[in-house]
């Protein structure tokens, strides 16, 4: 297919983009009632546009040698800062751009259908569906760009459409901190992000992926010795520059995929209507931050220093958040810090291809593919269940196996899928981490291995608490039943979710683009099953009844307990440094400097000159004869001045 | 007949000028510090005369100043008084403390 064939893939972007810019303008007023059908049917055009692309290019894209290669369509100059340097807007298309087009679009579907169910009799209806769109919109965008800073201005609309869907009951105090602490948060990791992209273009006078692979990628030649670019110092606090614009790089992703230390706004991002934390959570927003290292992936791996750095943040957020996910009580929260424990995964999984071996990055974008789907599923689940029960509180809940059978089924596949239990599609990926894990560090195998209990133990304790531990039927509050819009992803979702994991990943997605070999499931998947059963086991038996089990469990390792209850105080010591570290240490003083010395400066000025005024004022006195006679005895003055001087 | 030495005019002249500037100080009356004006100039036009008679006998450029002086005082006065005449409409009072809205 020739390359500008892909030019249709413009569209993908472009229709949910025009639903935004429809549903802003006329959402309110004109559609109104239509205006989820519009959004939907847009979004449906840009699925179908994106996985015929996907169909074709994973087809005939390859080339003679059998590997796929980047094309990029749309060359429009944007911004031209010289000959040779300028900012484009390019599409790149390859085979993780392609990927995640699909699965963005995808998810974003069903997210569009299931809120004709959730959001109906929403009064800003139109709205949403405007927001959503442009939510679309900015994935889409980021994940095609083709140079670094593309990515950035997309990477901002991200942030920026998040913060208008997270803060989308905007009449709640609590939606509007948190869409404020989400946009901070993020934006405070954008700023290392754009210091980064600055770095790097600086270094290498360039600003698309491909031409900063090839310069600094394992191929290219090694910058600090052989680019004799003007400021190019080498060095920094003894870490090579180009380190320095990747580690910060990573920071702004770090910042979007909620990594620790970065993570406090993504439970508070819970605030948001149920199928918006699904589209941030499964498909857009969060895996930004490893799309960003998976799509600059060969500079990292050249880069063992920076990539350790990858691995050890992500397997510490895996294991952080699992930890928390354990003791929450929210249905939502706990879906929360599993996304941030499975977003941790595939950081790792990428920190593991150094030194040649880049399994670890088709692993992780395999992770992310399948964790797209049964993500999804989860939170579409918890917005049925939340839309039934009027609850975010477990305890709220309990024996709903009956009054939402279908929900029962799917949620079930979704926490088999995520903890790791063939053949859904969870088990794979999982398994591909683990493997590349082993191969390079056992350390980090270890942690990802225990993780993966931990994720059986507290998704299978939610799913418990939630359509077990009581006799069905104990106290509907709110019957009622789900509308077709509601189930209808559901199902679509559950069936994505069992039969993905089928699917030959290796041989469409490496990090050259070559095929590779499928990896043989080996004796090494036992330990996860069996560590995931455990953690099922364990779930079963303090939850599946009510009981004080729980409880017990709880006060055994009571400090643990209360620790990770709270979230291991991260926001806490986050307001500790910011409302008395920096107000009182820099904010205070700096007031007080801007208070009284230099305004103090002004008005003393200010007052000086009008105490003059005050004290002369009198000689302005209005009569002519006053004014006479200052002029006379000048003129006297001078006349004795002139006599004493000349004579 | 023995001339009139010239300090005598200059005292003269002297006085006349100071008269003068008193009257101006204290008439709060515009006519009478118009007057007052026109004696100040009087004064100097006596001093212009008193010196070309005495220093520079076969000159006139002082004389003719003088009558510079007097032509100018004259178109002064109907200045002055034009002003004067305004300012009693406005103010319906020629007293100079009347007009006073310039001040502070």
Not at chain 1, 136 to 160: D, K, P
Not at chain 1, 409 to 417: D, E, K, Q, S, T
Not at chain 1, 484 to 489: A, D, F
Request: hydrophobic share 50%.
């Amino acid at each position: 297919m020739p390359n500008a064939a892909y030019l249709i893939i413009v569209l993908v972007p472009l229709l949910p983009l025009l639903g935004f810019v429809i549903l802003g303008l006329f959402g309110r007023k004109v559609v109104k009632n239509y205006s989820g059908g519009l959004g939907t049917a847009l979004v449906f055009l840009s699925t179908c546009i994106a996985m015929w692309v996907g169909y074709d290019y994973f087809s005939t894209g390859a080339g003679p040698d059998g590997a796929y290669h980047a094309f990029k369509v749309l060359n429009i100059h944007w911004l031209s800062f010289g000959p040779g340097f300028s900012i484009d807007m390019d599409l790149l298309v390859d085979p993780i751009s392609v990927m995640m087009v699909v699965i963005v679009s995808f998810i974003s579907l069903m997210v569009h259908i299931f809120s004709l169910g959730y959001m109906k009799g929403e009064q800003r209806y139109g709205t949403y569906y405007a927001y959503l769109g442009l939510f679309t919109f900015s994935m889409l965008g980021l994940v095609l760009s083709a140079n670094i800073f593309e990515m950035y201005i997309f990477w901002e609309l991200v942030g920026c459409s998040s913060y208008l869907l997270i803060g989308f009951y905007y009449q709640r105090p609590s939606a509007v901190a948190a869409a404020k602490k989400a946009f901070v948060v993020t934006r405070f990791a954008d700023l290392g992000f754009l210091i980064g992209i600055l770095i790097l273009s600086f270094q290498t006078q360039t600003l698309g992926f491909g031409e900063l692979i090839q310069l600094l990628g394992p191929g290219g030649q090694s910058l600090s010795d052989s680019l004799s670019l003007p400021g190019n110092h080498g060095l920094f606090l003894g870490f090579p520059i180009v380190s320095w614009g990747l580690a910060l790089i990573f920071v702004g992703g770090a910042g979007k995929s909620a990594l620790f230390p970065l993570h406090v706004w993504l439970p508070d991002a819970m605030e948001g209507p149920t199928p918006v934390s699904a589209l941030i959570h499964a498909a857009t927003m969060v895996v930004a931050g490893v799309y960003l290292v998976a799509r600059l992936f060969p500079l990292y791996a050249a880069d063992p220093a920076v990539l350790h750095i990858v691995l050890y943040v992500g397997a510490f957020s895996a294991l952080l958040a699992a930890i928390i996910a354990c003791t929450q009580t929210d249905i939502k929260r706990v879906l929360a810090y599993s996304t941030m424990s499975q977003i941790g995964y595939m950081m790792f999984a990428l920190g593991t291809g150094s030194g040649g071996n880049a399994s670890g990055y088709t692993a992780s974008m395999f992770h992310l593919f399948t964790h797209a789907f049964f993500k999804a599923l989860l939170f579409l689940c918890a917005g049925v269940i939340i839309h039934r029960v009027h609850s975010n509180e477990m305890k709220d809940m309990g024996g709903l196996r009956k009054q939402l059978p279908l929900t029962h089924i799917c949620f079930l596949i979704a926490c088999l899928a995520i903890s790791g239990i063939p053949p859904f599609s969870g088990f794979f990926s999982k398994e591909e981490i683990l493997s590349a894990a082993w191969q390079t560090n056992k350390f980090v195998y270890g942690l990802g291995l225990f993780t993966s209990g931990l994720t059986a133990f507290y998704m299978f304790r939610l799913y418990f608490s939630v359509f077990w531990r009581r006799a069905p039927g104990h106290g509907d509050p709110h019957p009622g039943t789900t509308p077709l819009s509601m189930k209808l992803p559901l199902v679509i979702l559950a069936i994505c979710t069992v039969f993905t994991g089928f699917i030959p990943f290796s041989h469409f997605i490496t990090s050259d683009g070559r095929p590779g070999e499928t990896p043989g499931l080996g004796p090494n998947v036992v330990p996860p099953i069996l560590i995931a059963l455990l953690g099922i086991g364990i779930a079963a038996r303090l939850y599946y009844k009510e009981s004080s089990r729980p409880g017990r469990a709880a006060k055994a390792v009571q400090g643990l307990y209360t620790f990770a209850r709270n979230k291991f105080y991260i926001d806490e010591i986050y307001l500790f440094i910011t409302k008395k570290i920096i107000f009182n240490g820099i904010g205070r003083p700096a007031a007080w400097i801007d208070k009284n010395i230099v305004d103090g400066l002004m008005n003393g000025l200010a007052a000086l000159t009008a105490r003059i005024s005050a004290a002369i004022k009198g000689a302005q006195s209005g009569k002519v004869q006053d004014y006479a006679w200052f002029f006379f005895i000048g003129i006297a003055g001078l006349t004795v001045l002139f006599i004493y001087i000349y004579t | 007949m023995t001339q009139v030495p010239l300090i005598h005019i200059l005292f003269v002249s002297t006085a006349l000028f100071f008269i003068g500037m008193y009257g101006l100080f204290t008439r709060r009356n515009m006519i009478m510090m118009l007057m007052s004006v026109e004696l100040i100039l009087n004064s100097v036009n006596i001093n212009f005369v008193a010196f070309n008679k005495y220093l520079y006998p076969e000159k006139l450029e002082g004389i003719f100043f003088t009558l510079f002086i007097i032509a100018i005082a004259a178109a002064e006065a109907a200045v002055a008084i034009a002003i004067i005449i305004n300012l009693y409409r406005n103010l319906r009072s020629i007293d100079v403390e009347a007009a006073d809205e310039m001040k502070f």
